[in-house]
């Protein structure tokens, strides 16, 4: 029984150690594709959508990458999350082991390559020439409610997932969607204002948004951060109450 902080610390890093190691196993470059996979997407949009949107966007490839990695790690963390339990049913069914720690490593493992892309986007700015300004200290503020947010979204996802297949399908077209409807590879401006009201309410496009004003200088919009955090820690609430509820079920399932 995995009953004191210490054990449930070993256990999860020991799961993200095994997270880390399967992923890039059969690969050449291993972990260094947490750096290129960021690098070449870039590359790719920059060449493509800097001459639609350029013009609008100071240094677009910045841009572009501050809200393709916030993006990255809500997408890939939620969907680890989400497969955990079907992902480690063999184990489950031989030992006793807490079903939210499987979400929890998936999602720490995300984290670990979210901080390792910071590499590339510090790499990108001093590239580019951009500057380093001292509201980068305020990134902190909506990289804790997007982790709040992927906590408890995969948590939720972990547990309908396990009882319902279709919902894996169907949040990958949800995420398709999110992805366009989160601004990532252009400027809200060109979305009617009516519509920008609608971008708001996505929490998604809250974090990304805060956290790209904080890498150009801006101190991150407040009203934005209060929704962002109200959102996320009621996920977060829901996310560990169904946890809580099926935890000793979730395995009858499988």
């Known amino acids: ?90 184990l489950m069914k031989k030992i006793y082991v807490p079903k939210s720690m499987f979400a929890v490593s998936s999602i720490c493992y995300e984290f670990v390559n979210f901080l390792i892309s910071f590499a590339i986007l510090f790499g990108v700015m001093i590239i580019t020439g951009a500057p380093f300004h001292p509201t980068l200290i ?50 809200i401006e060109i979305v009617p204002s009516q519509v920008q009201i609608i971008f708001t309410l996505n929490p998604v496009y809250c974090a990304m948004s805060c956290f790209r004003q904080c890498v150009y200088g801006a101190v991150p919009d407040i009203s934005m951060l209060l929704y962002l955090g109200a959102f996320a820690f009621t996920t977060l609430g829901i996310g560990l109450l169904l946890f809580n509820i099926y935890d000793k079920k979730l395995v009858l399932e499988l």
């Not at 210490?6 to 050449?28: A, H």
């Not at 070449?40 to 609008?56: D, E, K, P, R």
């Not at 305020?138 to 972990?158: D, E, K, M, N, Q």
């Open 1 to 90: 029984m995995f009953d004191t902080i210490s054990e449930k610390k070993f256990l999860l890093t020991e799961l993200v150690k095994k997270n880390l190691t399967s992923k890039y196993k059969d690969s050449v470059l291993g972990i260094l594709w947490s750096f290129f996979n960021p690098l070449l997407t870039m590359l790719v949009f920059t060449a493509i959508f800097s001459m639609l949107f350029g013009h609008n966007i100071q240094n677009y490839p910045v841009y572009y990458l501050a809200g393709r990695l916030a993006f990255d790690f809500y997408n890939h963390g939620t969907k680890g999350a989400m497969n955990s339990i079907r992902k480690n049913a063999n």
């Open 138 to 187: 305020f990134t902190i503020i909506p990289i804790v409610l997007l982790v709040v947010l992927v906590f408890g979204v995969g948590l939720i996802l972990a547990v309908c997932n396990t009882y319902f297949t279709d919902i894996g399908y169907l949040y990958n077209v949800f995420t398709l969607v999110l992805l366009y409807a989160s601004a990532m590879f252009y400027p």
